[in-house]
């Protein structure tokens, strides 16, 4: 792994989940540097998979979902259909040899909610662990 | 509608390796609806081959473009002055489609990326199921509206046959056994009598018998 590798994850997000608010996505950014672009959805449901994928073919090294808790979509259901976009991009980037571990998704808890901070935080360090994406390096 | 199914990647990336340029092909009718080869899986596979090729340290220029219907001649012209710049297509259209391109584009490679399925209906969200063989000689009138060439296993025209087990077939259970539903429907709608005839062996001839077939319409043409 190369010494001066960054890690960057690209996190879509529900703006209805904790700390989803937009002085909060510039603070998360600012924390994180370089390593954490967000994007925030009006919902779940809105993701497309070809968000993920571009993220992971233009610049990221893992890209991450984070939806309202299972059940609480005020939408009824868009954090279902989340799941299924994400399960289908990750399908498709192991077709090609890509870590299916580069995309990932957290469904909120109703009762302990995680702020996106901390979670933005933990999508890093998973990329660490796994290290720089094939199709970037290249 | 047309429906199809996308190859698996490992075939598709066999069949373009050979090309440096590559422009891959959406089609925005059939094979968008039963989300196959509309415009998100066309940019949705574009950039899975880019970044496979990427991995694989190829040096390849993968393109993307979805035309509304590949199998009509005034939406493919709209590719003259584009094509040229690719030494292939990758087509998500159907059979149809990708040769209707190829018939209009000689001198170019289109390779499908998909494999064409059957004449069926979007049944709900994700599920789409057959019931059309596109025999030529519509008899749906006389089995109240269910096809027993397209949705009976085994294409009885006088059934059900002993395999129907209440309302599946023995082929497969998940099957609903069509002459049930033949039978039910005409039940409902009172038509009943229209089965107390025996019904003659399909006559193929108006399918493929005479080969290709192709529709006429003087009226429509210029």
């Known amino acids: 792994m190369s010494l001066d590798w960054v890690p960057v994850v690209a996190v ?3 703006k209805n989940v ?39 073919e233009e610049f990221a090294d893992g890209a991450y ?41 957290v469904a909120e808890s109703s009762e302990e909610p995680i702020d996106l901070s901390i979670l933005t935080g933990e999508f890093i360090n998973s990329i660490s662990k796994i290290g720089p994406s094939p199709v970037l390096k290249s | 509608m047309i429906t199809a199914e996308q190859k698996p990647i490992k075939e598709i990336r066999e069949t373009i390796a050979p090309y440096r340029k590559i422009l891959v092909l959406g089609c925005g009718s059939c094979v968008a609806e039963c989300a196959a080869g509309g415009e998100k899986e066309t940019a949705m596979l574009a950039s899975a081959l880019r970044m496979a090729a990427r991995m694989n340290k190829e040096d390849v220029l993968i393109e993307d473009k979805t035309i509304d219907r590949q199998c009509v001649r005034d939406f493919i012209v709209q590719l003259e002055g584009v094509i040229e710049a690719y030494d292939a297509v990758l087509s998500l ?39 059309c063989v596109g025999c030529g000689d519509c008899m749906l009138y006389y089995f109240g509206g269910v096809c027993p060439l397209a949705r009976c296993s085994k294409q009885l025209m006088n059934g059900p046959c002993g395999g129907s087990r209440e309302g599946r077939c023995e082929v497969d259970p998940e099957i609903p056994c069509a002459w049930q539903l033949i039978i ?12 107390g005839k025996v019904y003659p062996a399909k006559d193929w001839s108006k399918k ?11 009226d429509q043409q210029r």
């Open chain 1, 18 to 56: 904790p700390g989803g608010g937009e002085e909060e996505r510039h603070a998360i950014e600012k924390r994180y540097k370089g390593s954490a672009r967000l994007y925030p959805i009006p919902c779940s449901g809105r993701l497309d998979a070809i968000h993920l994928l571009k993220a992971l």
């Open chain 2, 93 to 131: 259209g159907c059979g149809a489609g990708v040769q209707a391109v190829a018939e209009i584009f000689s001198d170019t490679t289109i390779i499908p990326a998909l494999n064409t399925e059957f004449l069926g209906q979007t049944k709900d969200q994700g599920l789409w199921t057959e019931n």
């Open chain 2, 208 to 218: 493929q018998g005479r080969g290709p077939r192709k529709i006429v319409r003087e």
């Open chain 1, 12 to 14: 879509f997000y529900c």
């Open chain 2, 184 to 195: 039910d429907r005409l039940g409902r709608i009172g038509g009943l009598e229209r089965l």
């Open chain 1, 65 to 105: 979902v984070v939806t309202c808790p299972h059940g609480s979509c005020r939408y009824f259901e868009g954090n279902s259909w989340a799941a299924k976009r994400l399960e289908t991009v990750r399908r498709l980037i192991e077709s090609i040899g890509l870590e299916g571990a580069r995309v990932g998704m």
